[in-house]
């Protein structure tokens, strides 16, 4: 007979490394470049967007004037980027913005949150009340010819999204309902709604996510102080990423063979004890992972 303290035993705990101590206020978004080999991650609240390149060390920084929700690479060198009032694209050469006119958004209690591309080349982007409003959000797709359309609506807190490896179903967190949504994925449009697994309360918020070469998903938990690898199709966790920080917002993988786990964290909601505790809060972290990731789709535009 298997008890409950033998199916803990199992799981395969490690620890994160701090790589940059930005202590950002809300760090999001990590995303690698494998074409750049670069890490790129958004600080929504300060507005800026970073990159990583490990084969240096060096860092740099854009600041912009709005909050940045997401940020990801396009297939011409460029960057999508979700900001609080729409869509722009960003060129890094000429460090200019060029408005996309679309998705464009009035009402200053709502913002972009997390983004990713699908596997056809289509970016994925939800948007979030400011304080959280139940189900004032939605899950919007912006396909590669920029029309665009509602996936998912009445959501609260779009976060994680992955696809598995082939293509077939898209997974969906929006955070506080503690669940993992499954989709079926067919040329940017989903069906067949279903609870993958649900996310026990004192495990913290499901946040962002990715997935690794083996379709496991390795999720970020707010309040959590960690990321965990779970079984999609099982519900089980197989591996927890212990880091030093309570909001761990999400992870990506990265490196020359993308077994770089990468996870920012943040600062936002922490009391002034808390940060005396945990004062690496609202850095990027790094672990060395023994399964691989998956490279991303760069946004066909």
């Known amino acids: 007979m298997l008890f409950i303290n033998d199916i803990i035993s199992k799981i395969i705990t490690n620890k994160a490394n701090l790589l940059l101590d930005t202590k950002a206020i809300l760090g999001e978004g990590p995303v690698w470049d494998w074409k750049k080999q670069l890490l790129y991650w ?11 390149n490990p084969a240096n060390g060096e860092t740099q920084r854009w600041i912009f004037n709005e909050m940045l929700g997401a940020a990801v690479p396009t297939l011409s060198g460029e960057m999508i980027m979700g900001f609080e009032k729409g869509l722009a694209l960003f060129n890094f050469e000429s460090e200019t913005l060029l408005p996309l006119n679309i998705l464009e958004n009035q009402n200053s209690e709502l913002r972009y949150n997390d983004g990713k591309v699908a596997p056809n080349g289509a970016f994925f982007i939800g948007s979030m009340h400011k304080q959280f409003v139940h189900e004032t959000g939605n ?9 665009t359309a509602i996936l998912i609506p009445k959501t609260t807190i779009s976060n994680g999204m992955a696809w598995t490896s082939d293509t077939k179903k898209f997974y969906f967190i929006d955070s506080p309902t503690f669940e993992v949504s499954s989709f079926d994925f067919i040329n940017s449009s989903l069906s067949n709604r279903k609870l993958a697994f649900k996310i026990p309360k004192n495990y913290g918020a499901p946040d962002g996510m990715c997935m690794d070469s083996e379709d496991m998903l390795w999720i970020a938990h707010w309040g959590g102080h960690c990321v965990r690898r779970w079984n999609p199709k099982t519900g089980e966790v197989l591996e927890t990423i212990e880091v030093p920080a309570p909001h761990v917002t ?3 993988f990265g490196g020359k063979d993308l077994k770089t786990l990468y996870i920012t964290t943040a600062r936002s909601g ?26 991303i789709t760069y946004f066909k535009n």
């Not at 958004?42 to 990583?52: C, G, K, N, P």
């Not at 899950?139 to 920029?146: A, E, S």
């Not at 922490?270 to 490279?295: C, D, I, N, R």
């Open 270 to 295: 922490l009391s002034s004890k808390q940060l005396e505790e945990f004062p690496l809060s609202g850095g990027v972290f790094s672990h060395t992972s023994k399964v691989a990731g998956t490279p």
């Open 139 to 147: 899950l919007y797709v912006v396909k590669p010819d920029f029309k």
């Open 42 to 52: 958004v600080a929504i609240e300060a507005s800026q967007l970073y990159a990583f």
């Open 250 to 252: 999400s992870c990506c």
